[in-house]
């Protein structure tokens, strides 16, 4: 028998002969635009961006605490709002679409079940509320009504469904760091003292706003010094959110990128967010950019050695950035971060003030102080006492028209005379701050500085927080006044964007001593509190159940993945920047100028999981696929080796 090569059979071809796919090495089709991320894009760079005059009428007619001005003017919120609300409905649109077509599995996971909680909670809360326009249709000065609150819970579910790859997220991070530059420079003309707002021609533009009727003679009033940076978020406060939310991402964004003019891009991006910050005053953004960093550096963990330079870099960026701002605000940064974790005890020497139907109480250094007021139409005499304990007190004269309490425990108090509304009344001096009542219809009032006849309220106060008023800057006083309302908010809350009205914005007496006295507290000061008071405290634990179970899920993804590539990257920077707004929400309240961003990355985070759990899954199946792949090309491609055989 001749020598002879002896080759392996190739494997049956399955070929498009037969009209059908190849079963091995299947080229995947390159997936077209996905359409579905317009409504994410538009969340993420656009909303915070939308700034345009709205003149709408309060509804506060019916609250003495209130101006009687039967119209107020947003600049920032309003539009936001329903722009959100808008994007929010072609969502569920979309995702309604897909229930029919089923081109994009609808999937469902235990993590949502504690959001549709809060969804749900919200709308109940909206449903049973006294004062249902409000919690429909938002409330002065906060316009944050229940479709806004179901929309976070909607762009989250949204974000789930419809990314698909890293494609998807990178067209987001795009669209947000477009919408993040233009806010930027948006910060530089308000740090340099040339407020694009305060322009003549933005004035004209948004006066287009106003009703022709009320437009001559109008002029814009800002309530922050000129030089101060809030960008489009309404108050300087919310920079603090927003760059705590958005600068860990950039942070991770200058790791994530490949080629070097975005490197630099993303880290001017990340010093600008530090700077606005800096500028704008708020300090509980830079303890939220803190602790985020802290957090990504015990993620990193030992890996962050690998980074050393880069490390070095950023702290250098930080410490230089403080210590810039600082010395050119002459310690301002400093001083009012001193002056928030102020935790000294205050005392007031009045405590309380009850108006009954002929005499009005003071409680005075712990001393009950009643002024008794009568007038007497048919005579027209006045007659006036000051009494302790059913005695009365000596009186005597201080020049015209003011009487002292001949008494030591009450020598900070005078007493007056005075006509109020055509209306004989009295002024009733406390430590130089003026009390004024009237008696109406045989029954004494207080005057209040609204222009409105009322009767103060002496709320209920949590005492661990009472002696601490100052805390946070003022928020120590109130907490104090909302932890309080709580107890009728367990299940149910009053509704969304109903805080204003359950709040006791008509206890002047807590007000004036805290330095409220002249403004009506539409907000707690904390996102938490705000939840717990307009959902329901059911829905805060909803939401804090959703919230952590995101973070813990996504550590555990993270320990087991790759942190140095994209997708990785983007996941620490999403998860810090949303545990530093976090951190914010205890200072912060939740508004529409920023909220929106934290949900729709929040959704984000959450699909990125989802893909980094699948890579990870599918990583065995790879290999093992990969090797069967070079042993049966090796089978192909190499010959045996020759037989020798006898004839």
């Not at 037969?18 to 538009?42: M, R």
């Not at 930027?184 to 740090?191: D, E, F, K, M, R």
């Not at 006509?419 to 001096?429: A, D, L, R, Y």
Request: aromatic residues 14%; charged residues 15%.
């Amino acid at each position: 028998m001749p020598k002879k090569y002896v080759k392996k059979p190739a494997a049956k071809a399955t070929g498009t002969a037969a009209g059908k796919q190849p079963a091995v090495a299947q080229v995947e089709a390159v997936p077209a635009k996905n359409h579905y991320l317009i409504p994410l894009c538009f969340v993420l760079a656009v909303v915070p961006l939308i700034v345009y005059m709205k003149f709408y009428e309060p509804h506060m007619e019916d609250y003495a605490f209130f101006s009687d001005l039967p119209y107020n003017t947003d600049l920032y919120l309003f539009y936001k709002g329903r722009f959100f609300m808008l994007a929010a409905a072609a969502m569920l649109c979309l995702i309604i679409a897909q229930c029919f077509t089923k081109k994009v599995k609808l999937n469902f996971a235990k993590l949502f079940i504690p959001l549709g909680g809060y969804m749900l909670l919200a709308l109940l809360s909206a449903i049973f509320s006294e004062t249902k326009h409000f919690a429909f249709w938002g409330s002065f000065e906060q316009l944050e009504p229940v479709w806004v609150h179901l929309g976070y819970g909607l762009v989250v579910y949204y974000a789930v469904v419809f990314i698909r790859n890293m494609k998807d997220i990178n067209l987001l991070m795009n669209a947000l760091t477009i919408g993040t530059v233009i806010m930027l420079l948006i910060g530089v003309t308000q740090a340099f003292s040339a407020d694009i707002f305060r322009s003549s021609l933005f004035e004209s533009f948004a006066r287009l706003g106003v009703p022709e009727e009320f437009r001559e003679g109008s002029k814009m009033v800002f309530s922050f010094e000129l030089g101060r940076v809030y960008l489009t978020l309404y108050n300087p406060n919310y920079v603090g959110s927003y760059v705590a939310l958005l600068s860990p991402l950039f942070l991770m964004l200058a790791f994530a990128k490949k080629k070097v003019w975005l490197v630099v891009l993303n880290i001017a991006i990340f010093v600008g967010l530090l700077l606005t910050l800096l500028a704008s005053g708020s300090r509980a953004g830079f303890i939220g950019i803190i602790l985020s960093l802290l957090l990504l550096v015990i993620i990193f963990n030992k890996r962050l050695i690998k980074y050393w330079m880069e490390a070095i870099i950023i702290i250098t960026i930080l410490v230089g950035t403080v210590y810039t701002m600082n010395n050119y605000s002459n310690n301002g940064i400093m001083n009012r971060l001193k002056s928030a974790l102020n935790v000294e005890e205050v005392q007031h020497n009045l405590t309380d003030l009850t108006v009954n139907k002929d005499n009005a109480v003071f409680t005075y250094k712990g001393n009950d102080l009643s002024i008794l007021y009568k007038y007497d139409e048919t005579v027209d005499s006045v007659h006036m006492d000051a009494q302790f304990e059913g005695q009365s007190l000596p009186i005597r004269a201080d020049g015209e028209n003011n009487y002292l309490i001949d008494d030591e425990r009450f020598s900070g108090i005078s007493l007056s005379f005075a006509n109020v509304e055509s209306q004989p009344g009295c002024i009733v001096t406390v430590d130089g701050k003026q009390w004024i009542f009237a008696q109406v219809d045989n029954e004494l009032y207080y005057w209040n500085n609204e222009g409105h006849f009322t009767k103060p309220v002496n709320s209920e106060t949590f005492e661990p927080l009472a002696k601490y008023s100052r805390f946070a800057s003022g928020r120590g006083f109130i907490w104090s006044k909302t932890i309080p309302l709580l107890k009728k908010t367990l299940i149910i809350g009053s509704g969304p964007d109903t805080f204003t009205v359950q709040y006791p914005n008509e206890d002047y007496v807590d007000a004036y001593n805290n330095g409220y006295e002249n403004q009506t507290m539409t907000k707690p000061h904390n996102m938490y509190l705000q939840m717990a008071v307009q959902t329901g405290v059911l829905s805060l634990i909803c939401f804090l159940i959703f919230y952590f179970w995101y973070f813990f899920s996504t550590i555990r993804v993270l320990i087991r993945v790759d942190k140095s590539k994209y997708l990785a990257l983007v996941e620490i920077g999403i998860l810090c920047g949303t545990f530093g707004y976090m951190v914010v929400g205890i200072i912060n309240d939740s508004m529409v100028a920023v909220a929106p961003l934290f949900w729709a990355l929040t959704g984000v985070g959450i699909a990125i999981n989802f893909m980094l759990k699948k890579e990870k899954a599918e990583e065995p199946v790879k290999n093992e696929n990969a090797e069967t792949t070079e042993n049966t090309e090796k089978s192909d491609t190499i010959e045996e080796a020759p037989q020798k055989t006898n004839k």
